[in-house]
């Protein structure tokens, strides 16, 4: 029940291209949906989070679409660059607690 | 304002070694997580601290690791014996814990982590 699914292990776009990675859980009790972002000799960072109370948020490029009913959600990189490939890790938290995922690889060609 | 710290950035062992890692946070902040990531996995918590007081270690295999962080700001984390399986990124993390207005604060800021390798 603490667990985070997510999917695919890896992806493969074009430059412009809008990968999607999908997250889901099974625990209700998670209240804090964060996106990070790990290069390769780094630590992960965060790049975007939601709250259960929303459907959907945006910063830039990176949109969050979170589906409470389903207990999904999910990471959309519009425009995608070269400079995005990196490995994405979904996480899910209450209160301060991160159970993260197990990544997705992402690579953009040029 | 400086990131997370941890030193070393590399270690590499024979198995049955001891290894220590040590982590300094973001300034001011009070709790304090150590990770375990392995090749290819998520980060796995390993244990937590609310200043100087453990809060979770629920997943810290006591019989071989240990960690501390006795004037809640640095912290190590100890190896000893190292096995096989222990092979991984260890990483640090730090959030602010609780603002002066009482919300909870989510953010954690990991550092780049030490990449441990026993032979």
């Known amino acids: 029940q603490q667990q985070v699914k997510q999917s695919p292990q890896s992806l493969i776009v074009q430059k412009g291209g809008i990968p999607i990675i999908n997250c889901a859980y099974e625990n209700t009790a998670f209240d804090y949906f964060p996106w990070y972002q790990q290069f390769p000799g780094k630590g992960p960072a965060l790049l975007i989070a939601i709250r259960p109370d929303v459907s959907e948020k945006k910063e830039g490029r990176f949109t969050i679409s979170f589906n409470k009913s389903a207990k999904q959600f999910s990471l959309h990189i519009m425009d995608s660059q070269p400079g995005d490939s990196a490995t994405y890790f979904c996480?899910?938290?209450?209160?301060?607690?991160?159970?993260f995922g197990t990544g997705t690889r992402l690579q953009v060609f040029p | 304002e400086a990131g997370v710290a941890q030193s070393p950035r590399y270690k590499i062992i024979e198995k049955r070694q001891s290894v220590a890692f040590w982590c300094n946070p973001i300034?001011?902040?009070?709790?304090l997580y150590w990770y375990q990531q392995i090749l290819g996995q998520g980060p796995k918590l390993l244990i937590q601290f609310q200043n100087n007081g453990v809060v979770d270690d629920s997943q810290l295999p006591k019989d071989r690791f240990s960690a501390e962080r006795l004037k809640g700001v640095d912290s190590t984390l100890k190896i000893q014996p190292a096995k096989l399986e222990d092979s991984a990124v260890y990483l640090c993390?730090?959030?602010?814990?609780?603002?002066?207005?009482?919300?909870?604060?989510?953010?954690?800021?990991f550092g780049p982590g030490t990449r441990l390798t026993v032979l």
């Open positions: 996480a899910a938290s209450n209160p301060d607690k991160l159970i």
């Open positions: 993390a730090s959030t602010l814990g609780v603002t002066s207005g009482g919300a909870v604060t989510d953010t954690q800021y």
């Open positions: 300034s001011g902040h009070a709790t």
